[in-house]
């Protein structure tokens, strides 16, 4: 049987993350062969997460991540079982690094299918379920590109949002970051009215028209009142039309217009841990 010395077992760990046991383990199952090690741990990682596959992962990691541009972003949730786990300093840097690697993909099955250190980020997740011994996934994944793109992780990793602005004028860095937090903080259902599917749409009129009939008001006065409380339901949940939330006087369109009066918001993508 090969010796296997303390930096093999280092090495190893340092190309996987696992613990120093499993690492010496893994080389004295692989007789020393270091790339038979590192398919020793991923077995055990598959093991893992066949055996952890109906746990719930509502815990993690959500990281925004931008271009050098600044026309391209993606949120990726990195999702455990625990808050332990999710706070550990080696687990956010993972989720970052998949974040990175996020930026050049316009899918999630692209996503899980990319390079990450010689294996997929599908086999690289499998692998740290094993490390790790719980289940390890991607819990979301979201794409947005536009003429200016800016984004916001919420302090602890629990909610990311990308803003998209119809231009990179001056300002246009602090304004995106600024619409990315209200997003995070007020989680609009669509970008504006036009964006609010129909099955809403009707279900808020007929509950208005509920709520009016219950305090007493005629049929006939019931489609015009309706129509206005729906125009309050457009303005506390479609973004640009909500107040904003540093400046409750003006809407988010009116601030974006403030920056530059040309400016408007285009687009924006939110993941949140639940």
């Known amino acids: 049987m090969s010796k296997i010395s303390a930096a093999d077992v280092n090495k190893l760990r340092k190309a996987t993350g696992a613990g120093m046991m499993d690492c010496k383990k893994a080389l004295v199952e692989a007789e020393g062969d270091f790339d038979t090690a590192v398919e020793v741990l991923r077995k055990k990682g598959q093991k893992v997460a066949a055996n952890r596959a109906d746990r719930d992962s509502s815990e993690g990691a959500v990281i925004a991540r931008v271009n050098d541009d600044a026309t391209v972003g993606v949120i990726v949730s990195l999702n455990c ?8 300093e080696s687990y956010v840097t993972l989720a970052n690094q998949l974040a990175d690697v996020a930026l050049a993909h316009d899918s999630i099955d692209s996503f899980l299918a990319a390079d990450f250190n010689g294996m997929s980020v599908a086999e690289k997740l499998t692998e740290q379920t094993g490390v790790i011994g719980e289940k390890i996934e991607i819990g979301g994944f979201e794409r947005l590109e536009g003429a200016f793109v800016g984004s916001y992780i919420h302090a602890g990793n629990k909610i990311a949002t990308l803003t998209s602005l119809s231009a990179g004028v001056d300002g246009a860095a602090e304004a995106a970051k600024n619409v990315a937090m209200q997003a995070a903080a007020m989680n609009p259902i669509a970008l504006n009215e036009e964006g609010v599917d129909a099955a809403t749409v009707e279900k808020e009129i007929e509950i208005a028209k509920d709520q009016l009939r219950q305090e007493g008001k005629p049929e006939a006065m019931l489609d015009n009142i309706a129509k206005g409380k729906l125009k309050r339901f457009f ?26 009066a040309e400016l408007s918001v285009t687009g924006f993508k939110r993941v949140a841990l639940v």
Do not use: C
């Not at 079982?81 to 550990?88: G, L, P, Q, S």
């Not at 107040?243 to 920056?259: E, F, L, M």
């Open 81 to 88: 079982e625990t808050d332990f786990v999710a706070k550990n």
């Open 235 to 260: 303005k506390d949940n479609t973004l640009v039309n909500q107040a904003y939330i540093k400046d409750g006087k003006q809407s988010v369109s009116d601030y974006v217009k403030s920056v530059d």
